[in-house]
């Protein structure tokens, strides 16, 4: 039945890519961008994705009209030039914004008493939406129909969608601020890609309280192993960490780390990967991809789905876990209640063992957005600018571990302020945040590619949407 769906999925893909062969070049997708190496911090390119050209994007700035002209002329504009027009535009009236985090909610009073701080006499008002079960696109697609939208901006995750969704129908407008641009050692003009606040990471723990050991990436998806995990059809991001682990980079870290199995364990994967070649070079996927394809089928075949990353947590720091596993949001460990049976201390953060191999766990964006129809444009500059350049606005996401500015400028205040390096001292060590740089070289943290993710949501996307879904208790 699995071939028959792929084969049609298949036949599908090449008469939508021949079809897009007669259209024009103006259609074709801008290639990715190199990726952009900086300290302590999110590298832009590697948050980002560039994104189709869109006829506003390619025209020249004079010929820019509304949003568009608005976005062009404030990204050559300083934070405090923002503000000024901020104040002008949106003193006594409402700001409506929209995300994925509740934490944008914190962040616009500071914001407004930064504004405050230039000119006394500004006032606004306030209300921060986060929509449940993915609705956000729904929301945010219903608000674009508007000639003047509700919502000035969003702070929005799984680039997936944001891309399809949202970019490519260009209800979203990334607005590139001039200090973040700069700290990130390029200009708006050049940069490429979505506008991220912050990276977050999703890693893999076990509970340390039993025999079981997971010295490489594997071990997670060896028999008997069944890792809580949030589903991928309740989170999309992780999806997105599936379809990432088929791009060439990650299919061949899981080749090196297959590779230093032994061999009773290389014996168990083989005919798994074996089985995997014809779907790998149907699917048009590299050299390594059948491990891709091999760790993704037992992951999704055995993973103990779950409805939140908070109650994995707790489930795994209780001494009575013993010898289960996850994969779940790093900063989940900062809320931990210490008591008789449960501690930070009952489990280990797989990538900080020595001697473990392999994928450490998976880095996904928050990005910020315009609306097309954002009713006050220059308040949403202005206040992205203030998130994502200075560690005031970046604080109420920046206060916790596991969320790492896309600033290397913010993202080092953050850490001379917060010291989460030495979050849990000796005491509870795994508390003790590595950092971005450490998680994207040392502990292999597979990273969100939007435009990547979009290519294969389709082909590789379906290709999981049929594999079997583990049940406890058959």
């Known amino acids: 039945m699995k071939k028959k769906v792929l084969s049609t999925i298949l036949t599908f893909t090449m008469v939508v890519s021949a079809l897009a062969g007669c259209g024009s070049a103006a259609s074709t997708p801008a290639a990715t961008t190199d990726t952009q190496a900086t300290s302590d911090a999110a590298p832009a390119a590697d948050n980002a994705a560039p994104a189709a050209v869109t006829a506003a994007e390619s025209a020249p700035a004079a010929e820019l009209t509304g949003i568009d002209a608005i976005i062009a002329e404030a990204e050559g504009m300083t934070m405090e030039e923002l503000a000024k027009k901020a104040i002008e535009e949106s003193n006594g009236k409402t ?47 219903s608000d674009s129909l508007k000639s003047e939208g509700t919502f000035a901006m969003t702070l929005i995750q799984d680039g997936n969608q944001i891309q399809s969704k949202m970019v490519d129908t260009d209800i979203l407008k990334t607005f590139v601020p001039k200090e973040w641009a700069e700290a990130n050692g390029t200009t708006a003009d050049a940069y490429e890609g979505f506008l991220p606040l912050q990276t977050l990471n999703k890693v893999f723990m076990y509970n340390n309280q039993g025999t079981a050991t997971y010295t490489n990436c594997w071990d997670f998806v060896y028999e008997g192993s069944h890792p809580l995990f949030m589903g ?74 779950q409805t939140d990353d908070g109650p994995i947590c707790n489930t795994l720091v209780d001494a009575s876990a013993k010898d289960q596993s996850g994969l779940l949001v790093y900063s989940k460990l900062r809320s931990v209640e210490e008591s008789a049976t449960v501690s930070v201390n009952n489990i280990n953060v797989a990538a900080y063992q020595d001697g473990y191999t392999g994928i450490g766990g998976y880095g996904y964006c928050h990005y910020l957005f315009l609306t097309k129809n954002s009713p006050l444009p220059w308040t949403a500059c202005a206040f992205i600018a203030f998130m994502t350049c200075t560690e005031a606005g970046f604080e109420p996401w920046g206060k916790d571990m596991g969320g790492y500015s896309s600033n290397p400028n913010v993202a080092k205040e953050v850490e001379e302020k917060f010291q989460h390096s030495q979050g849990g001292g000796d005491e509870f060590p795994a508390k003790n945040d590595r950092g971005y740089d450490w998680w994207t070289t040392t502990g292999e943290l597979v990273l969100e590619d939007p435009a990547y993710c979009s290519d294969v949501s389709f082909t590789v996307g379906s290709w999981i949407d049929v594999l079997d879904h583990y049940a406890p208790g058959e």
């Not at 700001?95 to 006032?123: C, H, M, T, W």
């Not at 008002?125 to 697609?141: A, R, S």
């Not at 779907?279 to 789905?305: P, Q, T």
């Open 232 to 305: 991928v059809d309740s989170e999309i991001v992780g999806k997105n960490f599936l379809m990432m682990l088929t791009e060439d980079k990650y299919a061949t870290w899981l080749k090196e780390a297959y590779d230093k199995l032994d061999d009773t364990k290389k014996a168990y994967f083989e005919p798994e990967i074996q089985a995997m070649q014809a779907d790998a070079s149907d699917l048009g996927l590299g050299a390594n991809g059948a491990y891709a394809l091999a760790w993704i089928k037992l992951w999704v075949n055995n993973y103990n789905e």
């Open 95 to 141: 700001f409506y914004g929209v995300g994925n985090s509740s934490r944008g909610k914190s962040a616009l009073p500071v914001f407004i008493e930064y504004l405050q701080s230039i000119d006394s006499s500004y006032s606004m008002e306030f209300e921060w939406q986060q929509p449940k079960n993915n609705k956000i696109f729904e929301q945010l697609t």
